[in-house]
């Protein structure tokens, strides 16, 4: 059974930092792993797609990483803003077909 | 293309009620997935259907709460005699899914179901 966790639980940093988080799952045959953004109240925006063949996705300052072997993904945010301050998940997918989530990291980007 | 719609986006359901959230997935998917996020939670599947097919629902509670994707209209899920515990944020996703496992997965902004 696929269990996905999330490190650190919460994350404050100032603005203009880089940071990194961390997501680890325990069944390494995944198709894909996907990383959401969710706001306060709204619902889950996709940020990067990961398939099992790839190392890593870029996009923009976001920059995920997948070692499938190790069973880890890192979400890396270049020179954080505060827009950034949100709920960040991960999510792996394997043969069944549907995403299990971690419980997710809350990070907090000050001015 | 519009995106996942989910409706309503807000419910209010005395206990005992029943609970109706709609979803109607992006123009071309085919595979619509139900998740639940209870508070200070993480997401949970549900419920995994295709057009007139529930193909997975081993997050279903075994009672009261049901899932359709019917060949025409929303997916619908449905909650009967709500409880507190049921209240919620409920979510769809869909994903075009034509044979292929790696295809990327959309959310729906979700409807917060209250209980009172």
């Known amino acids: 059974k696929q269990e996905v966790t999330q490190i650190p639980a919460a994350l404050s940093v100032p603005e203009g930092e880089n940071l990194v988080l961390n997501c680890s799952f325990t069944?390494?045959?995944?198709?894909?792993l996907q990383w959401f953004r969710q706001d306060p109240g709204k619902g889950l925006t996709s940020l990067l797609l990961?398939?099992?063949?790839?190392r890593e996705q870029t996009s923009g300052r976001l920059n995920a990483s997948l070692d499938k072997s190790s069973g880890r993904s890192t979400l890396y945010i270049a020179a954080s803003q505060p827009g950034d301050s949100a709920t960040y998940l991960c999510?792996?997918?394997?043969?069944?077909?549907?995403?299990?989530f971690g419980t997710g990291t809350l990070l907090a980007v000050q001015p | 293309n519009a995106g996942v719609m989910q409706n309503p986006r807000h419910l209010v359901r005395r206990r005992g009620q029943e609970a109706r959230l709609r979803c109607s997935p992006m123009k071309g998917h085919s595979h619509v997935y139900w998740y639940r996020q209870l508070p200070e939670e993480g997401l949970k599947f549900m419920v995994y259907l295709q057009k007139e097919n529930i193909i997975d629902e081993s997050g279903m509670p075994k009672e009261r709460f049901s899932a359709e994707f019917p060949k025409e209209g929303p997916s619908i899920l449905r909650i009967q005699q709500v409880v507190r515990g049921d209240s919620a944020a409920y979510f769809c996703a869909s994903s075009p899914q034509d044979g292929r496992m790696n295809t990327e997965a959309f959310f729906g902004q979700g409807t917060r179901l209250t209980v009172v």
């Open positions: 069944d390494s045959a995944i198709y894909n």
């Open positions: 990961i398939q099992s063949s790839q």
């Open positions: 999510a792996a997918c394997g043969a069944t077909n549907k995403l299990i």
